[in-house]
């Protein structure tokens, strides 16, 4: 492998993570890219292969699997765990339910990937960093990790947890040179909406109507933009909208 910089991505087979693998190999790193369906990874390491000159290394994990997680990071090839960047994206919404109404099986899938899988690739990927003395770990939070909105409840809890965890992370990392940035977006059309209404695509349309949303690649440059500022400057936290939303529950849909 040649001695281009790595960046590690969870969740690249769609939306925020697959616009930051695109652009990263824009940019020459080399890739390791993770998700649960395996198809889209070995598509996009050949599109991204066959486009720029990088290597793609595709890991399938489900990040809520903890021996899976550790199984699938162990296994990667040493000159590889030399990751400089590491992008904690996997992450998603089930359900929009009051308190009282909610799934439980739903509750414990948000849980279990938003927070506990966040926390399983993070503690086996800032060991990498910490043997080399330097690293950047980028949290995806939300506006829902700042703000709390009707029905929100559960995944917004989720989101404030890794907000907690991101600056936690910066404070225990600080000692080994390993910046931290958490970024927070409001509304991308991915297929956040499609997973949050488990398939229903006319429920999910109906969030992005009237108004433009982010796309997935405005927050993957952001991001980029984080990863590439001079070695003593780290940016700690980014709160991201669409134009028109004003807040997690305010929006101008007449622009
Ligand atoms: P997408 O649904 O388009 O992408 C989510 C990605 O996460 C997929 O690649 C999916 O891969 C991966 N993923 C989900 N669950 C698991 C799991 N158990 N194990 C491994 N990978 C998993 O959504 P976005 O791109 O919008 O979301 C990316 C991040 O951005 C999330 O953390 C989300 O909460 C956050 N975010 C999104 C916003 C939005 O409005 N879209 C706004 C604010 C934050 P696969 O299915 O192949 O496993
Ligand atoms: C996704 C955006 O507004 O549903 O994190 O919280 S929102």
Redesign the pocket.
Known sequence: MSMSKIVLI??????????CAEIYAQNKYNLII?????E??NQLKADLEAKYEIEVLTS??????RSEVEKALNAIPADWKKVNILI??????QGLDAIQDGSLDDWD?MI???IK??LYVSKIVSNWMISVKKGHIVN??????KEVYANGNV?CA??HA?DALNKAMRIDLLQHGIKVTG?????????????RFHGDQEKANK?YDGYD??E?ID?AETIYFTTSRPAHVNINDLVIMPTAQGSAFYWNKNL
């Open positions: 969870t969740g690249a087979t769609s939306g925020i993570g697959k616009a993770t998700g649960r369906r395996s889209k990874l399938k994990f489900d990040v809520r699997n904690n994206n996997a992450g998603l919404s899938i279990d990937t938003n899988g966040l995806l939070g939300s506006i829902a990790g995944y989720t989101k890794v970024i927070h977006p409001g509304a991308v059309e991915t297929e956040f909406s499609i997973v969030v949303p982010l997935a927050i």
